[in-house]
């Protein structure tokens, strides 16, 4: 928690910085929400041990798969991806500054459930905006945010672009630039003797991404392309070498209103090198040729999400999403992910706007280059308590 103190702290300096006169109105907000989650998986290939991201939520990438296997089922209740955030907004002149900082406790890096079920915060949001201009960690600008509704934490993960990361943006009118922070994955030549993700030391440029938005009575959309370079890092001999490529995307979707409550939410998306940003790193940007330079991993994927009110208070969501690889088995091998596919419903129950109670099922599968194929379905019940408090500071001096 001595973390997280530092960043609240961090967070309050900042506010007053600029002196008395930014603090003659300054709005803060504290918010997030309370979830418990209960699941009972199955898993037809293979086991998943604790600690694993699988058994808090659908990551596709670690789906057991395998031949023939027992049936392994595992309950699975926390209260992980429970958070809390605080966001301000004061005045400099004649301009907004606003902050944000938000976490939660899924993918502690510590933690058990042996007796007290402890686990530690992790930073998902910390930013700040000044006039057209934001600065910090927040969702990829590549990423668009109208995503299906899903008791799981990541829902259609393999059918999304997801992404959190450090950048700078700068946003007119419907337009948004963005930098953002470069990091290359890569596979491994078949032929190296290695095993696993390779993650690149070095970048040269950063990744950049432009996005424009449309919107109206009729909901809203996003297209946006994404430019990077992927490099590589190696030893050739006693000299250190590095070679490079370069990775592309672009991504389109929304939400478009269905009437008065309901809706459809859809994405499709494409590209080659997209690595990281697709499906929670579902396949990697590149891999490494026998001469070291890389091959661009082409990745197609998408979902497609409905979601229709029963009543005020009763909704129901339908999602189905996916993802191909177009791998070359010839310098990859045959242990490299091809596709993931997943498909749920759920049953949500709102007796008030701060509380939802809710019921899923889920079935998901991932297939390797060889052929090696594993599923799992999941049944899930979750109960959720969102709050939002906010207060105004105005000084006495007025400035």
Not at 225 to 238: A, C, F, I, W
């Amino acid at each position: 928690m001595n973390f997280l103190k530092k960043c609240f702290v961090i967070l309050f300096f900042f506010l007053i910085f600029e002196g008395t006169e930014m603090l003659a109105q300054t709005t803060f907000k504290f918010g997030g929400y309370v979830k418990l989650d209960m699941m009972q998986s199955k898993f037809y290939n293979g086991s998943v041990p604790i600690g694993n991201a699988l058994r808090d939520f659908h990551f596709p990438a670690a789906i057991p798969v395998g031949g023939e296997s027992d049936v392994f089922t595992t309950n699975d209740y926390h209260a992980k991806e429970s958070r809390f955030n605080l966001a301000t907004a004061s005045k400099i002149g004649n301009k907004e500054v606003r902050a944000f900082v938000e976490m939660d406790f899924l993918l502690a890096g510590q933690g058990d459930e042996r007796v007290s079920n402890s686990f530690n915060p992790r930073l998902r949001h910390f930013y700040f905006e000044f006039g057209k201009w934001l600065f910090g960690q927040t969702w990829t600008t590549f990423q668009i945010l109208d995503i299906p509704e899903d008791l799981d934490f990541a829902g259609a993960a393999d059918g999304i672009i997801f992404n959190r990361q450090p950048m700078i943006r700068f946003s007119t009118n419907s337009w948004q630039f963005a930098a953002e922070n470069s990091e290359t994955t890569l596979d491994p030549n078949v032929n190296s003797g290695e095993s696993g993700r390779v993650t690149s030391p070095s970048a040269f440029a950063p990744d950049l991404v432009g996005r424009y938005n449309f919107a109206g009575d009729w909901g809203n959309l996003s297209i946006a392309g994404l430019l990077r370079q992927l490099n590589h890092e190696y030893e050739d001999g006693t000299v250190t070498k590095n070679s490079n490529t370069l990775g592309y995307g672009a991504t389109f979707g929304g939400k478009i209103k269905l009437g008065k409550q309901d809706d459809v939410r859809f994405q499709v998306s494409g590209g080659k090198g997209m690595g990281r940003y697709a499906a929670l790193n579902f396949a990697n940007g590149a891999v490494v040729k026998e001469d070291n330079s890389l091959q661009g991993t082409t990745s197609y994927l998408g979902f497609v999400g409905i979601r229709h009110f029963w009543s005020k208070t009763l909704r129901t969501n339908v999602n189905v999403s996916g993802i191909q690889v177009d791998n070359d088995p010839a310098i990859a091998g045959g242990e490299v992910n091809k596709e993931a596919w997943s498909i749920s419903a759920n049953l949500i129950y709102t007796p008030a706007p701060p509380l939802a109670f809710g019921v899923e099922l889920m079935r998901a599968a991932r297939e390797l280059e060889n052929g090696a194929f594993g599923k799992f379905d999941r049944l899930q019940l979750s109960a959720k308590y969102s709050f939002n408090f906010s207060a105004v500071m105005k000084s006495k001096s007025g400035g």
